[in-house]
RNA sequence: CGCGGGGUGGAGCAGUCUGGUAGCUCGACAGGCUCAUAACCUGUAGGUCACGCGUUCAAAUCGCGUCCCCGCAACCA
């Protein structure tokens, strides 16, 4: 039974500013988050994000700005918390890697690996990318050339430390065979299944010397190595929620972890380095791995270099908080890529935000304001159609509930619109002012109170997803008597074309 | 023989696995209504489902082939 949700971000890596990508992440998280506190409670509901700060990037980072990698990393942590706060996310933990928690484990998880003979002494001689980070061996590599990125790499020769990942491919392979659920969408475990089953894993190496790299952890068993950054950052995920007994046995209320959110791009560190992580320390597997797309700028992807990455905070300041949330879950199904405009954004807003969910709220509550005088009508009898819509928002939770397991963000929000759309057509089916004129007095007031019904459901429904909209919605529809305000959503006129 | 994604009315997509009236949102056009944010509701137009061949009573859907588009340096969700 579900009676507990740990849910986890990746750990941005801090060596730049926070972008659209990280806040796709965060905000999908927390309203699955939001979701989750309403149907087990909130006690039972752990989010946990947080940074990675460790690495060669940082320290040059950190050198070009004559700042300590601790400071540098410092800096973009709090933009990093600034945005998460702007944003609404409800992070229960927030971890970062160069924290005494996660290091101490860290340290931990290498002595034990060490001393199982799972972590292995080695001298290595071959190539290496330095800004990749990655080491290759003879036969991956063409021309002295990065497989990856093309650059000149370096013949190195030194003695480091490396992790027994092929020790237990097999054991993988049969292992995610029998979860399918283990990674998902689909498409990305097969991916996942078919490398594992046409590559031979080599064994991670996970140290580096520290004369080319002090800003890292340091291994418990050789003074002159830190941690790889990324065997490093991974286990914040146990290191943020429980630790080790004196007997190695690791122990935590809430691991294993239900939901490991990251982007397609980070797919193999977890979906393989990971699990083969905890299988070596006899920790259970995280359940559900899922690996969602991209958002393209335009037609492009999204870079640095290309100059077009969308600040998070640019889009929240001219189209609002949860016009953004609800846009980046809304506009493209969960796993998929999306592409990201401005304009985009604008026509969900005045479809959906403004004339459907908006308008439905104040046109309701006008009626309210002007039949009753703002009080809110006892529930009466309803005809057929309204029958029906009452049976809908009885059914509704559970349905946003079954999109929600499968993180379908998008088709939860289309059932929720699916109501509003059905209330906009039911009044003018109805016809409010006609039954006003006629006075048919008790027809009126059944009708008007299903429409405040509707809009407590909608409000209701949408709260992972808008917290302030629903917030605000529930305000307005008062104790007993409603509190208009203003339209939530005024539309954006597009006629305005100043720059 | 590189890998992967895709080509469905003006735009964006679903449908393809499990063949059988081609659906949704936006846009356009017309009408209705007035409680409402020029909103809402109804209706109309618009598609040889990239192309060819094949299987089948029947193909967007299955098979084979062809063409075209996008991504595949780093940063990074």
Do not use: C, H
């Given at each position: 039974?579900?009676?507990?949700?740990?849910?986890?971000t990746p750990l941005y890596y801090v060596n730049a500013s926070p972008h659209i990508g990280h806040s796709y992440t965060n905000i999908a998280a927390d309203s699955l988050a939001r979701h989750m506190r309403k149907n087990i409670g909130g006690g039972n509901v752990w989010f946990l994000t947080g940074t990675d700060e460790h690495g060669q990037k940082i320290q040059k980072a950190a050198d070009e700005k004559k700042l300590t990698p601790q400071e540098f990393a410092d800096r973009t942590v709090s933009q990093f918390k600034?945005?998460?706060?702007?944003?609404n996310i409800s992070y229960?933990?927030?971890?970062?890697?160069?924290?005494e928690r996660h290091?101490?484990?860290?340290?931990?998880?290498?002595e034990i690996l060490y001393e199982k003979n799972d972590i292995y002494q080695d001298k290595y001689e071959g190539w290496y990318c330095t800004p990749c980070e990655t080491f290759w061996v003879e036969s991956q590599v063409a021309d002295q050339l990065c497989p990856d990125c093309k650059r000149k790499l370096e013949k190195i020769s030194e003695i480091n430390y490396f992790f027994k990942l092929s020790k237990y491919q097999d054991w993988l392979i049969k292992y995610i065979q029998v979860h399918p659920e283990f990674v998902r969408p689909q498409n990305r475990y097969n991916e996942v299944l078919s490398f594992l089953t046409s590559n031979k894993l080599n064994d991670l190496c996970i140290s580096r010397p520290k004369e080319r790299l002090s800003w890292g952890i340091p291994l418990p068993f050789s003074s002159g190595h830190v941690c790889y950054v990324w065997f490093d950052a991974l286990i914040n995920y146990i290191s943020a929620v429980g630790y080790f007994d004196e007997k190695n046995h690791y122990i935590s209320e809430w691991w294993p972890a239900d939901l490991h959110l990251i982007g397609k791009d980070i797919l193999r560190q977890h979906a393989v380095y990971w699990p083969i992580m905890l299988a070596a320390l006899g920790i259970d597997l995280p359940k559900t791995i899922f690996a969602h797309g991209w958002w393209l700028i335009g037609e492009n992807k999204m870079s640095k270099s290309r100059g077009n990455v969308v600040?998070?905070?640019?889009?929240?300041?001219?189209f609002g908080i949860d016009t953004y949330r609800y846009f980046l879950l809304r506009d493209v199904p969960f796993g998929l890529d999306g592409n990201f405009s401005e304009e985009a954004i604008?026509?969900?807003?005045?479809?959906?935000?403004?004339n459907d969910l908006g308008n439905l709220v104040y046109r309701t509550l006008t009626?309210?304001?002007?039949?009753?005088?703002?009080?809110?009508?006892q529930q009466g009898k309803l005809d057929e159609a309204g029958k029906k819509i009452g049976e809908i928002i009885k059914a509704l939770p559970a349905e946003a509930a079954a999109s929600m397991k499968e993180l379908g963000f998008s088709l939860a929000l289309e059932k929720i619109w699916d109501l509003i759309s059905l209330a906009n057509k039911y009044i003018e089916q109805k016809k409010p002012w006609n039954?006003?004129?006629e006075n048919k007095v008790d027809e009126l007031k059944a009708f008007i109170r299903l429409l405040v019904d509707v809009i407590a459901a909608v409000a209701g429904e949408i709260a992972p997803f808008m917290p302030d909209t629903a917030a605000s919605i529930k305000a307005q529809l008062g104790e007993k008597e409603i509190r208009k305000g203003k339209p939530l959503f005024p539309r954006i006129d597009n006629l305005r074309t100043d720059s």
């Open positions: 039974m579900a009676d507990k949700f740990y849910i986890t600034l945005l998460w706060k702007e944003l229960d933990d927030f971890i970062r890697t160069s924290e290091v101490k484990t860290v340290q931990k998880v290498l600040n998070p905070i640019d889009m929240v300041n001219q604008i026509k969900r807003f005045n479809s959906d935000l403004a009626m309210v304001e002007k039949y009753y005088q703002g009080a809110v009508p039954l006003a004129k």
